[in-house]
């Protein structure tokens, strides 16, 4: 049974951090390219960054500069460390799994960055 586990999330002030985690298991992760993705209420779920398993690395353009995404493939983990939140930042923050056709989502973790 494949599971995706994320944390870290929760309410902070503008310009604090956060790390999320997301933790899998039931599958070959270091063979998966991971993605965070995060959504708010009305808008479509966007992706945030995403890293490949060879560890090539992309993110959208809000976030550059900011946020960093990491793998451990030893601990099936991938790690999003959020930097200088804003407000805009808040959402629901979802790890995703994929390998070709197939991909699986974690239930996801709130992020609210408000003062």
């Known amino acids: 049974q494949v599971q995706l586990v994320e944390s870290g999330g929760g309410l902070v002030q503008p310009g604090g951090f956060l790390r999320l985690s997301c933790a899998a298991s039931?599958?070959?992760?270091?063979?998966?390219?991971v993605g965070w993705y995060r959504q708010t209420p009305g808008k479509q779920r966007e992706l945030v960054a995403a890293?490949?398993?060879?560890?090539?690395?992309n993110y959208t353009d809000s976030v550059k500069g900011r946020f960093t995404i990491s793998r451990d493939n030893d601990k099936n983990t991938v790690t999003l460390q959020m930097n200088n939140l804003k407000p805009e930042d808040t959402a629901v923050y979802s790890c995703?799994?994929?390998?070709?056709?197939?991909?699986?989502w974690g239930q996801g973790t709130q992020v609210t960055v408000s003062s």
């Open positions: 995703n799994c994929q390998l070709e056709i197939k991909y699986y």
């Open positions: 039931g599958i070959i992760f270091r063979l998966y390219v």
């Open positions: 890293i490949t398993s060879g560890g090539r690395t």
